[in-house]
């Protein structure tokens, strides 16, 4: 019989996979987060849904001194309707925001993203604010909330301040949310609009290969207001500007769509992976872009009992 697999110890596996040590903390409201923030400074991390961190911390991609826990705080937890804006919690889980009818409502690009982001077990811990804090390359809710142009409200010792999703991402893996600071809430401006979110992956749960989320408001027979969104496509702060002025102004056709689509595959930069060769991923922006577009203009319709 052939000698059984070692289970795995801290020695055997030469530190990976164990986190190094850390304080840890839970902070009871938002002001002792910030307060805790301050005491340990950079060297501490918030844990949300740790679907991330925590990972990070076992492979020692991370090693923050402190885990600062915000599980607690129920009042980053709410979806809600604040006069004509639609405000969600950072520490809004992934199935609440899949289950949320007033989300799905205004903004099925919302639930649309969900049911395809990881699985139950993931989407049941995992946060909206983890995701965006993440800004992995490849995450979904960045291109969605990018695509109905959210903003993202952070709160800091300096006070709260506003920031536009298109401008929350500095890198992959960066934002603008500073290291003594946390992202509260997403606001999406809730106005006459439709959506859709496509994605393409290997398999159920896994992340995208390719995806982009549309939004549009028409006037008449005129594309008011466009909003693309892009993910793992190395599109600038997963938008594709170049694209949506082409369309804005104009006629909602099916050969306007596809020629955004050209628009959006050459504005983006995706990278050679396993998930697919530079070339196959620029074919599936620009198909799925018109996709999505294609999508929402069909909701809109169908809301505006307009013949499709
Ligand atoms: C198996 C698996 C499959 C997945 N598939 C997908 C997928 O298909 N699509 C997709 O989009 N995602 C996917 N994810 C990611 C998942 O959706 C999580 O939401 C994501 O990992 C981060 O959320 P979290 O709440 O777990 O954040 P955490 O891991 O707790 O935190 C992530 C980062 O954000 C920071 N942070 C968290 N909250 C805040 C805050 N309020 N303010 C400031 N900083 C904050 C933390 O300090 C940390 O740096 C997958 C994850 C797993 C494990």
Redesign the pocket.
């Known amino acids: 019989m052939p000698p059984l697999p070692e289970w795995p110890t801290r020695a055997n596996l030469g530190g990976m996979q164990v986190p190094a040590q850390f304080q840890y903390e839970k902070a009871t409201s938002v002001e002792h987060a910030l307060e805790l923030l301050g005491r340990y400074g950079s060297e501490s991390?918030?844990?949300?849904?740790?679907?991330?961190?925590?990972?990070?911390m076992k492979l020692r991609l991370?090693q923050p001194e402190a885990l600062i826990d915000?599980n607690d705080l129920d009042e980053?937890a709410r979806i809600s309707v604040e006069e004509d804006t639609l405000v969600v919690g950072?520490?809004v889980?992934?199935a609440d925001l899949l289950d949320s009818a007033i989300a799905g409502e205004h903004f099925p690009i919302f639930h649309d993203?969900e049911r395809?982001?990881?699985?139950p077990?993931?989407?049941n811990?995992?946060?909206?604010?983890?995701?965006?804090?993440?800004a992995?390359p490849?995450?979904?809710?960045?291109a969605a909330f990018a695509a109905v142009r959210a903003e993202a409200v952070?709160q800091g010792p300096r006070g709260r301040r506003t920031t536009p999703v298109r401008e929350f991402f500095t890198g992959p893996y960066q934002t603008v949310?500073e290291p003594d600071?946390?992202?509260?809430q997403l606001r999406v401006p809730i106005r006459s609009s439709a959506s859709a979110y496509e994605k393409v992956?290997r398999r159920a749960?896994?992340?995208?290969v390719a995806a982009v989320g549309a939004a549009l408001r028409l006037e008449g027979d005129q594309l008011a207001e466009v909003g693309i969104g892009l993910?793992a496509l190395g599109a600038p702060q997963f938008h594709a500007p170049e694209a949506e002025q082409f369309l804005t102004g104009g006629p909602a056709t099916p050969e306007r769509f596809a020629e955004a689509g050209r628009i959006a595959a050459q504005h983006c930069n995706p990278l050679a992976d396993q998930r697919g060769p530079v070339d196959y991923k620029r074919h599936l922006a620009a198909t799925l872009t018109a996709r999505a577009l294609g999508k929402a203009l069909s909701r809109w319709r169908g809301r505006n009992h307009q013949e499709a």
Do not use: F, Y
């Open positions: 991390r918030l844990v949300a849904g740790g679907h991330s961190l925590i990972p990070m991370a915000i980053l950072a520490m889980r992934h993203a395809m982001i990881a699985d077990v993931v989407r811990r995992g946060t909206v604010g983890g995701s965006l804090c993440q992995d490849s995450e979904d809710l960045s952070i949310v600071e946390l992202l509260l992956e749960g896994d992340w995208a993910t």
